[in-house]
């Protein structure tokens, strides 16, 4: 199975701050198809999870422009620009390139 | 709106059966692939299984295979999960989630609680 390992496990952010989280997985995620299936999730606190970006760099749709993902092949990135208060919560990345589809196991974010 | 809505949760004793449902609205239910993804209390996601939009591709988690069944009513917009031979380690908050193109899971229900214990 492909392992997602996120780091850093906890991020204490200031309100206005920036946040980089990473994703790297044991594998390539580039499918046969030439697409990357990499996607970021957000749950906030007593929330189901909410899509932010998908494919690894796109973000969904009402997400701001805050929230911006890059990387490619193993190793990717989620950043988040102008921390607010509403952003704090464990944030996801999911594969869903390999079958079984897998999660890494989040990261937490709070204020300082 | 999209609207994905658990129910059939419940406390059940170890090696008894129990079938979740998940009712959808505001789409075409029958044009996307589903899933269900767990989350144990405390912990993070697992993805559970998928079946595609008209039932010809189905997918499990090797930690539910051969005791968890997905399947759908396009007709009801209902997807289910029936799940047999629980386990403790099944103990979990149970969401359905609909898949769009990009093999991205995009809306979540609110999740429905199955608790595994004697």
């Known amino acids: 199975d492909v392992v997602l390992t996120q780091t850093p496990v906890s991020l204490l952010i200031s309100l206005g701050g920036q946040a980089s989280i990473s994703c790297r997985s044991s594998?390539?995620?580039?499918?046969?198809?030439?697409?990357?299936?990499l996607h970021w999730y957000l749950q906030k606190p007593g929330q189901s999870p909410q899509l932010l970006i998908y494919q690894v760099s796109n973000r969904f749709s009402g997400i701001p422009d805050r929230f911006s993902g890059s990387g490619s092949g193993t190793d990717f990135t989620l950043k988040i620009s102008r921390v607010e208060p509403e952003d704090l919560g464990v944030y996801y990345c999911?594969?869903?390139?390999?079958?079984?589809?897998?999660f890494g196991a989040g990261t937490k974010l709070e204020l300082k | 709106e999209v609207q994905l809505v658990e129910s059939g949760g419940g406390l059940v004793q170890p090696g008894r059966s129990l079938k979740l449902s998940c009712v959808a609205s505001?789409?075409?239910?029958?044009?996307?692939?589903m899933n269900w993804i767990r989350q144990a209390p405390g912990k993070g996601l697992e993805w559970v299984a998928y079946?595609?939009?008209?039932?010809?591709?189905?997918y499990y988690a090797e930690t539910v295979k051969g005791r968890f069944t997905i399947s759908r009513d396009n007709a009801k917009n209902t997807l289910y999960l029936q799940m047999t031979s629980l386990r403790s380690e099944d103990t979990a908050l149970y969401y359905c989630a609909r898949e769009r193109t990009g093999r991205v899971f995009d809306y979540w229900g609110q999740g429905v609680m199955v608790t595994v214990s004697s």
């Open positions: 594998q390539s995620l580039v499918h046969s198809n030439g697409n990357t299936y």
């Open positions: 079946i595609s939009s008209g039932s010809s591709y189905i």
């Open positions: 505001g789409f075409t239910f029958s044009n996307y692939g």
């Open positions: 999911l594969q869903r390139t390999h079958n079984p589809y897998t």
